[in-house]
Each structure stands twice: as C-alpha cells, then as structure tokens.
C-alpha cells in the first residue's frame, strides 16, 4: 500500500511539474570594498544593478548585509546600516514594484530594540511580504555587532513562504553549515531555498560542495547571492543557482555582477529508492531509514549550553531521577545531582544522560575520593552523551 502511495505520489508531482511555468532568477554579487572609502562606492553599484532589473525576472536575490558592502569597524556597521539600510529597502520595493518580480534581499531589520540579521521579501506589488531571521549568528554577529540573538535560543517552526505556488525557505550565511538543518528543511517540501551570504573565507571547490549539498538534501533550488573579493580571488563570492539533482546551473565565483538562470521550481529530482520502491526524492528515501537516536542531542527539548546559560537560574536537586526529569519537564533550567566514586555512579549518570541529556544544565556533585582515571571516564562518558557544554562539576555543598 505504502509503495502505491509513494508511486502516485512521484507520478503527481511529475505531472505538476510538466504544467509549471519556469521562473528567471537573478543574482546580484557586488563587490566586497576592503576599506570604508570604497563602502559608498560598492553600495552605489548595487543601487544601480537594482535598477537594471526588468519584468522579465522573477526572483532577484542580493547578499547578506547588502547595505553593508564591505569592511567596517564593529562601531560602524550598525552606523552604516543607519546610513544605507532605508535606501537600500526602498530600492528593493521599488524594483519589486517597477518588475513586478520578487526581490529577496538581505539587510539588517532595525525594526526591534536590538537589531536582527534577515531576509526581507518584497512582493511583486512592492508589498512586504515578510522576514526571515537568521538562526545561526557567528560570535561576532551578537558579541561585537550587538545583534539579537534571543530568538535562535527556543524552538521554532522553520519559516516558509508560499508565493504563486512556490514555497520558498531561506538560509543566511553561517546557517549554511548546519547541515542537520537540512533534513529538517527537507520535511516541509520547499521549492526553493533563498540564501544571502557575505561569506568571504572559503574557497571556491568548498562553496561548491555546500551549495550542492544543500539544494540535494533539502530537495530545493539554491538560489544564492553573495559578496566578491575581487576578480581573481579564489574564496568568497559563489553567487550560484544549484539544482535539486545537485547542478549548478551558473555560478559567478569571483565575478562582480549579475547572473540570470531560469528553471521549474516544481521539477523535482527523483532518485531510485530501492528494493523494488518507486523513485523519490533523496530526503523521502533517506526518511525511511533515519536513526535520530543515534546521532548527537537535538529537537524543541534541548537548551542552550552553559556559556549562553543566565547567571540566576532555576535549580532543582536530587539523586532521583524521576523527580529531575519532571523538574525538567516543569521548565527548571538546572538539575544537580550527586555522584558517589565509591558506589555505583556509572549506572545512575548514564540513566541521567540517557533520558535528559542536554534539556537542562546539569551540575555533577562530586562526592568521596575520585581518582584521575575515575574523573577521565565521568568525562568521557558527558562527552559520550554530547552534553560536555551542558555540564559543570562541583565539589562543593550544596545550597538549598
């Protein structure tokens, strides 16, 4: 039955796929300016490729911080955003509405008090249609740029959009290398994966292989804007549209300028799925096998780890491992718990670790002599269960 369903499926979506019309995307990479003189220069260049947009495109796609094209101080990005972020928007809504196309372009949103790293999506009426937020912020993102990050430390459903018929996901920059993310991506049958980075470190072959890897796993065209660092660099830039079958269809590399590829967004890549099953595609045949409980701690459950943990927080203690898990469950944000190095603590931490591993910040009361071996196999095991960022030791009485 379950192979019937799956054949009709592919047969379906095949169908669909021959009736859809092919949309023409455009990706814009400037180039990235070195220094601040060349800021004004680099951002003018991108204003004037907007107004070289025509009606025939669908989609235009420009880089993260597209209204920061280059190198700054910690102190002056967020002036430089203040200085281009409203032109910058304003130029996107105007193209938008002048092409009737859709405009996807990354720019800081100053909307909150603390500034957000995203993606914002004009329609073709110039009309916002809405925001993603970037999930993964490098340390210097949050840390020295003072940008939000307390949106990517609780569960979220991923962001979608469905324009025309086509459904849209979004990655910006560093969420590139989180590639569990993909699988995740993959469930809700995007058409279309939007990126916008300002990746400036990485060589080209490596781009590649992420890129492809990204519009394969996640079943998606990658439609990709980035920054160049110069003509005859060989990091950075990769402005692309890859394929779900894991073709790219045009890359720009270190190029400065524009690149134009159509494709059906609803032309999915089927693979042979084995066994006798029907072609599908590669996350619905990967599907059937997944073993998440094998791989590292993950989902809604986990909280973040010691470093990003507040100062004060809540704590239940106690060596029974019912009343910590519904602490946990209660939303406590710490559990203690005695180990003993003369009775049977291997036995109780590994059914701590097996059940709450990484739900909480675990704080290990080491109790009587442990010696060095002793103390490497406690930490050997807290690593064995990925929880070493969630876990502190004391030797110390407890307060309570």
């Not at 100053?110 to 993606?119: E, G, H, K, L």
């Not at 292989?209 to 990769?238: E, N, P, W």
């Not at 670790?353 to 910040?361: D, E, R, V, Y």
């Amino acid at each position: 039955m379950r192979n019937r369903v799956l054949a009709l499926a592919a047969l379906l979506m095949l169908a669909f796929a021959a009736q859809a019309a092919p949309m023409k995307s455009r990706v814009i990479q400037p180039l990235f300016a070195m220094d601040e003189a060349g800021l004004d220069k680099s951002f003018e260049w991108t204003l004037k490729e907007l107004d070289r947009c025509d009606p025939s495109l669908d989609i235009v796609v420009l880089p993260e911080f597209s209204e920061v094209p280059g190198k700054t101080s910690y102190k002056g990005f967020l002036e430089t955003v203040d200085k281009y972020g409203p032109a910058l928007l304003e130029a996107c809504e105007r193209t938008a509405r002048r092409c009737s196309t859709l405009v996807f372009c990354g720019a800081i949103d100053t909307s909150f008090d603390v500034p957000r790293n995203a993606i914002f999506v004009f329609g073709r009426d110039g009309s916002l249609l809405g925001k993603y937020y970037k999930e993964h912020l490098t340390a210097g993102e949050w840390q020295k740029y003072g940008l939000d990050k307390s949106y990517t430390e609780e569960w979220n459903k991923p962001f979608i959009l469905d324009i025309e018929g086509v459904r849209y996901m979004f990655l910006i920059c560093y969420d590139f290398y989180f590639y569990e993310n993909y699988s995740n991506i993959a469930r809700w049958k995007p058409d279309v994966v939007i990126g916008a980075s300002h990746q400036r470190s990485d060589p080209h072959h490596v781009l590649d292989i992420i890129d492809q890897f990204c519009a394969y796993h996640t079943g998606a065209y990658l439609v990709r804007a980035s920054v160049s660092m110069g003509k005859k660099s060989k990091i950075g830039g990769c402005s692309c549209v890859v394929g779900p079958d894991g073709k790219i269809l045009g890359n720009l590399y270190s190029k400065i300028g524009r690149l134009d590829v159509t494709f059906d967004p609803h032309k999915k890549f089927l693979k042979p799925a084995g066994y006798g099953n029907p072609p599908a595609m590669h996350s619905e045949y990967i599907e059937i096998g997944r073993r998440p409980w094998k791989y590292r701690p993950g989902g809604s459950a986990i909280v973040p780890p010691l470093s990003e943990a507040p100062a004060v927080r809540s704590v239940v203690y106690s060596n029974d491992i019912g009343e910590l898990g519904a602490a946990v469950a209660k939303g406590v944000q710490e559990i203690a718990f005695d180990l003993d190095a003369a009775g049977d603590w291997e036995a109780f931490l590994r059914r701590v670790m097996h059940k709450l591993s990484c739900h909480a910040i675990m704080n290990i009361r080491m109790k009587g002599g442990w010696s060095a071996e002793a103390r490497a196999r406690l930490e050997d095991i807290v690593f064995e269960y990925d929880a070493q960022n969630h876990v502190y030791y004391s030797d110390e009485p407890f307060a309570h």
